[in-house]
């Protein structure tokens, strides 16, 4: 399993091992699994993180898959001497289709609340009476049906930890909230910069959050949140890691963004093969090592190992996946181990995927980003970068190319 860090001896491990839905967190996992890449930004952003003195906001980008949570994970194990990190998922406590400006930056303080009780940091009455009297203020459906008792400590992490979970869930306590915190944000920002100057306090260590799966929200709430809201979202005073879609980057309004968030990283995919064509095997060594990692060698064919490299894109979720599929191909033929029709199989179930998906209009769009390796600025492209049809690499540039379970449709009559 994933969890323990241990390497697959078969296929029903491997099928485990190789979960796309599960981005390595934990030290341990880290340490067995993670595959460095090139040109990754993590070192510049620790460095950024470590030498300035004023609070960043920054956002970091790539394609969805493409390993930002594990890289942040990378980058969290670098930092914890000088910062402590609260890093989070917003798809793990909120509504990814049903998501404001003010879901972001409440949920950022009812982490905050969590996160110093769970460590046991300090944090005094005086601020935790502040914080509470605040939280009672927005959620006065959540407030009657807690019970009280227990001291103030002990009433605030009740009602934080069932407000986070109703957040979610229920519309209704969204609605509510989002009015009432909508007439107090500067309230909310007084709440945060208190906790954070606390568990700074208590801890030594300078507070930095990373809030992630922002970028799988649809592009139309995502600028909403970035472009209309920004100053919300970068007003908490202390560094933040937000995700960014990689199709945002296109948008003529970009530019209004990156007044606001003036720091932007980008994580290249690995790169199988080179803007010419030609195979790049320091990458494809680095995709195969994803699968070896996780599972024993013998458990898959090498020419089938090197074919799900170059079909997988270089965005390591698309790799997982379609091992994942190839490792049940190859259950389901009562196979010892993944040979080249189970993978050609699994890369088969793929496009046919975009196959239902992709509008005529896109395909002709596609077979012109084959051709030219460039993309046009436009919501059209902008699409195709969303669904990951179309994919941008970048070594001494940046070029586009069409994702390679897509190529087979575009070349039918």
Not at 90 to 106: A, E, G, P, Q
Request: aromatic share 6%.
């Amino acid at each position: 399993m994933l969890e323990h860090a241990e390497i697959a001896q078969d296929l029903r491990g491997a099928i485990n091992s190789l979960d796309p839905e599960r981005p390595l967190k934990t030290d341990k996992q880290l340490e067995a699994y993670f595959v460095p890449r090139p040109f990754s930004p993590v070192e510049d952003v620790r460095i950024l993180l470590q030498d300035t003195q004023s609070p960043q906001k920054i956002l970091f980008t790539g394609h969805r898959g493409s390993g930002k949570s594990t890289e942040l994970a990378w980058l969290t194990r670098s930092l914890r001497e000088q910062f402590f990190v609260i890093q989070y998922s917003v798809k793990d406590r909120l509504n990814i289709f049903d998501l404001t400006h003010l879901d972001i930056v409440l949920s950022l303080a009812l982490e905050m609340v969590e996160r110093a009780r769970e460590e046991g940091i300090e944090v005094s009455e005086r601020v935790q009476e502040h914080i509470l009297k605040f939280t009672k203020d927005i959620s006065q459906e959540v407030v009657s049906e807690v019970t009280a008792g227990g001291g103030v400590s002990a009433e605030l992490n009740v009602i934080v930890a069932k407000l986070s979970s109703k957040l979610g869930a229920e519309e209704v306590t969204r609605t509510s909230v989002r009015e009432k915190v909508s007439h107090r944000l500067s309230d909310l920002f007084e709440n945060i910069d208190l906790l954070a100057r606390e568990i700074e306090k208590s801890t030594g260590r300078r507070l930095l959050a990373i809030v992630e799966d922002l970028d799988k929200t649809d592009l139309e709430t995502t600028k909403k949140l970035f472009y209309e809201n920004a100053v919300s979202l970068s007003a908490p005073r202390l560094s933040v890691i937000y995700t960014f879609p990689m199709a945002l980057r296109h948008d003529n309004d970009f530019m209004q963004i990156r007044a606001s968030f003036p720091r932007l990283y980008v994580l290249p995919n690995f790169m199988p093969r080179n803007r010419d064509g030609g195979e790049n095997e320091d990458c494809i060594d680095a995709l195969q090592a994803i699968f070896t990692k996780r599972a024993a060698p013998h458990l898959i064919d090498a020419n089938a190992l090197r074919r799900l490299a170059l079909s997988s894109s270089g965005i390591p979720r698309e790799f997982v996946a379609i091992a994942q599929t190839s490792c049940l191909e190859a259950r389901k033929a009562e196979r010892e181990f993944v040979d080249e029709t189970c993978v050609e199989t699994a890369i088969a179930n793929r496009t046919r995927e975009y196959d239902v998906l992709l509008t005529p209009e896109q395909r002709e769009l596609l077979k012109k980003v084959r051709e030219n390796k460039r993309i046009t600025n436009d919501k059209d492209h902008r699409s195709l970068l969303h669904n990951l049809s179309a994919l941008e690499y970048r070594n001494s540039g940046v070029w586009y190319d069409v994702h390679p379970v897509v190529a087979p449709l575009l070349d039918r009559e």
